[in-house]
Nanobody, 121 residues
Framework: QVYLKESGGGLVQAGGSLQLSCATF??????FAWFRQAPGREREFLAA????????DYADSAKGRFTISKDRINDIVYLQMNNLNPEDTADYFC????????????????WGRGTQVTVSA
């Protein structure tokens, strides 16, 4: 009785913005994170947020442009992405895991199926 589903991807021009959503169900006490995987590249960590939604951690590639947040009432994890460029083209995934006290995110085997983001030049 668990659920993770990403949405909000699509086609956007360079310099534009998108907000991705991850609907969650059944993960009480878990932290959440966003990852992405571009063609020919490994899946990379972008950002994580704790269960209460008041502590966040970002990869260097996401700092300054991306913001992770959580709707605590509806259990939705968002990734706001601004100033997008073609290098951001990838499949974006959410994950349920653990964010430790030092800011290190440990992912679990719980993944959504992903949402595609394509940024045109």
């Amino acid at each position: 009785q668990v659920y993770l589903k990403e949405s909000g991807g699509g086609l956007v021009q360079a310099g534009g913005s998108l907000q991705l959503s991850c609907a969650t169900f059944g993960f009480s006490g878990y932290a959440f994170a966003w990852f992405r995987q571009a063609p020919g590249r490994e899946r990379e960590f972008l950002a994580a947020i704790n269960y209460d939604g008041d502590i966040a951690d970002y990869a260097d590639s996401a700092k300054g442009r991306f913001t992770i947040s959580k709707d605590r009432i509806n259990d939705i994890v968002y990734l706001q992405m601004n100033n997008l460029n073609p290098e951001d083209t990838a499949d974006y995934f959410c994950n349920a895991g653990n964010l430790d006290r030092s800011g290190k995110y440990d992912y679990s085997g719980w993944w959504g199926r992903g949402t595609q983001v394509t940024v045109s030049a």
